[in-house]
């Protein structure tokens, strides 16, 4: 047997840093779950993230979020914000373009 027959399959165990399911890619400039990117692109598309509050009433901003509780949009936006993610690589109502045109729009090469 060659030893291109032999090659294993590397599995991507990355976790998002949001909500620690795996990442399935780069968006919005972080590694991230589709979950997260997903609710991201939603919170900016429809300019909802100024209307989210947070769960706890003692202890705002504390939310612990995880691949099977992610019900604090107020805490997950927030930790999205924190983890990097750059509100102005969302294209809003259909903006045409690929990635490589929001990127050098967004000056990150």
């Keep these: 047997m060659s030893p291109e027959n032999n090659k294993i399959c590397k599995i991507n165990t990355a976790q998002c840093p949001i909500c620690k399911d795996f990442v399935s890619g780069i968006h919005y400039g972080v590694q991230t779950c589709e979950s997260c990117k997903s609710f991201f692109k939603r919170a900016i598309s429809f300019d909802k993230s100024s209307t989210f509050q947070c769960l706890q009433i003692h202890n705002k901003g504390k939310c612990r979020l995880s ?43």
């Design 67 to 109: 691949p099977f509780r992610r019900n604090c949009k107020f805490c997950r936006f927030h930790k999205c914000i924190k983890a990097g993610m750059l509100p102005n690589l969302v294209r809003i109502k259909k903006e045409r373009g690929g990635r490589a045109a929001i990127y050098v729009k967004t000056k990150l090469f």
